[in-house]
């Protein structure tokens, strides 16, 4: 849905005027009006502070109206060099026995030719797709390709 159809529905059902709505939101009356005739695309964050104000959210949902729910534990998992983890990986916490058990968390130390065990990481993210998430994956596929091929029109004999 366009922005400025919700904004406008959004006045319609809290009887606000566009100067009422912009006292309410602290947004400009002027950009109000731009974003209801079209002439500007609001960003994310004036679009959820004119929601919050007037007691409306925004929610994302999939095509089948499933709401979208963010992980919080991922998106809480930094490695040593600040960065977030890939979004598209699953991960897990490392354990002391993982850590013992694998090579991977020593590094060469340069023109000494020794290795150091590096400290142990929060967690640890899978280069391979989740078996979970890839078996869905395929059945969507096997799914998408029956749904052509019964809608297919038959063949000429």
Same mark, same amino acid.
């Given at each position: 849905?366009?922005?400025?159809?919700?904004?406008r529905?959004?006045?319609?059902?809290?009887?606000?005027?566009?100067?009422?709505?912009?006292?309410?939101?602290?947004v400009?009356?002027?950009?109000?009006?731009?974003?209801?005739?079209?002439?500007?695309a609001?960003?994310?964050?004036?679009?959820?502070?004119?929601?919050?104000?007037?007691?409306?959210?925004?929610?994302?949902?999939?095509?089948?109206?499933? +709401? @979208?729910?963010?992980?919080?534990? #991922?998106?809480?998992?930094?490695? &040593?060099?600040?960065?977030? !983890?890939?979004a598209? /990986?699953?991960?897990?916490?490392?354990?002391?026995?993982?850590?013992?058990?694998?090579?991977?968390?020593?590094?060469?130390?340069?023109?000494?030719?020794?290795?150091?065990?590096? +400290? @142990?990481?929060?967690?640890?993210? #899978?280069?391979?797709?989740?078996? &979970?998430?890839?078996?869905? !994956?395929?059945?969507? /596929?096997?799914?998408?390709?029956?749904?052509?091929?019964?809608?297919?029109?038959?063949?000429?004999?």
């Amino acid at each position: 849905m366009e922005p400025a159809r919700v904004l406008r529905a959004v006045r319609r059902v809290r009887d606000l005027n566009q100067r009422e709505l912009a006292a309410t939101t602290g947004v400009a009356r002027a950009t109000i009006e731009r974003i209801e005739a079209g002439r500007c695309a609001p960003s994310l964050a004036t679009l959820e502070r004119i929601l919050e104000a007037t007691r409306f959210r925004l929610l994302v949902v999939d095509a089948d109206g499933k +709401p @979208l729910e963010p992980d919080d534990a #991922h998106d809480a998992i930094i490695d &040593r060099a600040g960065r977030r !983890f890939p979004a598209h /990986l699953s991960w897990d916490p490392v354990t002391k026995q993982d850590y013992e058990a694998c090579w991977g968390w020593y590094r060469y130390i340069p023109g000494t030719g020794m290795t150091r065990l590096m +400290p @142990l990481p929060s967690a640890t993210y #899978h280069r391979r797709p989740d078996p &979970r998430s890839f078996n869905a !994956f395929i059945q969507r /596929l096997i799914a998408e390709a029956q749904r052509e091929r019964d809608e297919a029109p038959p063949r000429d004999p």
